[in-house]
């Protein structure tokens, strides 16, 4: 079930660790999609590649309070830095390392539930876009 819905879907076995493996994963495959395009097809083709991101938007509750404007921060870092950070600049967000890896610590957890790129996978990942695609909704009324 769905989130309390009657509709079937995707569960995850492991709450707050199967995201992040799924998330890691879909790096690792983006990164090979777009390597693969660019050595065998791009140099025929003269395409682009790319990935679309969707995330929210958020704003701090009180702009002045810092609890709040750090809060607001860190939802885009957890929402967009997710897929965004190792792809523009290397790896994961240091706040999200941080926040899942303390987390994890307080769990008694050996590990973090985030997965860590090797050197090899950020090198292979960071940089696999042409253009930043990021999908706009507008509610009219």
């Known amino acids: 079930m769905i989130y309390g819905t009657s509709i079937q879907g995707f569960r995850e076995a492991r709450p707050g660790v199967d995201c992040y493996i799924v998330g890691h994963n879909l790096l690792k495959a983006h990164a090979t999609a777009y390597h693969s395009y660019v050595n065998d097809f791009k140099p025929t083709q003269n395409g682009q590649i790319g990935i679309s991101l969707n995330s929210e938007w958020y704003e701090p509750k009180d702009p ?5 404007v750090a809060a607001a921060e860190r939802a885009i870092e957890f929402y967009l830095g997710w897929f965004a950070n190792p792809i523009y600049v290397g790896d994961y967000p240091q706040v999200m390392k941080d926040f899942i890896g303390n987390k994890s610590t307080a769990q008694g957890r050996n590990e973090s ?29």
Do not use: H, S
């Open 113 to 141: 539930r985030l997965p860590e790129f090797t050197a090899a996978e950020i090198e292979y990942i960071k940089g696999t876009y042409i253009c930043f695609c990021q999908p706009i909704f507008v509610e009219l009324n």
């Open 64 to 68: 002045l309070r810092p609890k709040d």
